[in-house]
């Protein structure tokens, strides 16, 4: 009599813990507001400028308030899109993961899988009204320029809600959406290359053993700076957003049209500003998630008495 084959086992759905959303938005609130803020300010600022180089960018940061010039758009938009975006992005992972195990996908293609999803869902819940936002706030120094009162972050808000509703303050939600799916489906790749390449290295290729501290933070480093390629979506979804007057610009600007638009005012090079700064606040945000995660853990753990099962 033939042995019985065992059915395979079922997969089951990972919870979403209370801990992971408060580690997530914790290492983000703080990534945010020491160097992240600043970077993100330099890099939207020579996105938008792009004739001008890092120090230009620099230069016009200062004229905007001295230090807290590097804080423009930080509360609340910043805050909103940190504490937020951590949470949306487990939850649509792990039922775009879940779902492509279930189609056959091994880990490494659902973890992929799983991030661009997360990272779409990210850019239409949460992060498409933050982005617009700050990169108003960021670009509407040119009406102080003129010596007129420069309204507040609220009265901005609702200004642009008023004239163009929900479309309005969602301006370059799109280029947002394939910078976050592009981002996260590159970032997931290129860092477990780099991974894989630092335990060829460190003779580590065993996966029982563990990557030290700084060898986990170089891998996932190279991994975010190496997904900068992108780049041009990022000055794409700058320059929808921003509040500069030029009327050359397209008057109903999409991705494609200010692409070219892009293109022909700056060339190849017009595409790429600010990239500098965007691989330098990747490799912040590694730092932050790498190097304070397991801090974070134990403080949520303490804090929650729940055991925390996000990976950092």
Known sequence: MSAAIAPPAKLEKKPVKFSNLLLGAGLNMFEVTTLGQPLEVMKTTMAANRKGGMGTAIGTIWSRGGALGFYQGLIPWAWIEASTKGAVLLFVASEAEFYAKNFGANNFGAGILGGMAGGLAQAYATMGFCTCMKTVEMTKHKVAATGAKVPGTMATFMDIYRREGIVGINKGVNAVAVRQVTNWGSRFGLSRVAENGIRKFTNKEDLSQRLTVPEKI???????????????????????????????????????????????????????????????????????????????????????????????
């Open 218 to 312: 170089l891998a996932s480093a190279l991994g975010g700076g190496l997904s900068a390629w992108n780049q041009p979506i990022e000055v794409v979804r700058v320059e929808m957003q921003s509040k500069k007057e030029d009327p050359n610009r397209p008057k109903k600007m999409t991705v494609g049209n200010t692409f070219r638009y892009i293109y022909g005012q700056n060339g190849i090079k017009g595409l790429y500003r600010g990239v500098a700064p965007r691989i330098g606040l990747g490799v912040w945000q590694t730092v932050c998630m790498v190097a304070l995660g397991d801090v974070a853990k134990e403080a949520v753990e303490k804090l929650t008495g729940d055991v925390v099962t996000a990976k950092h």
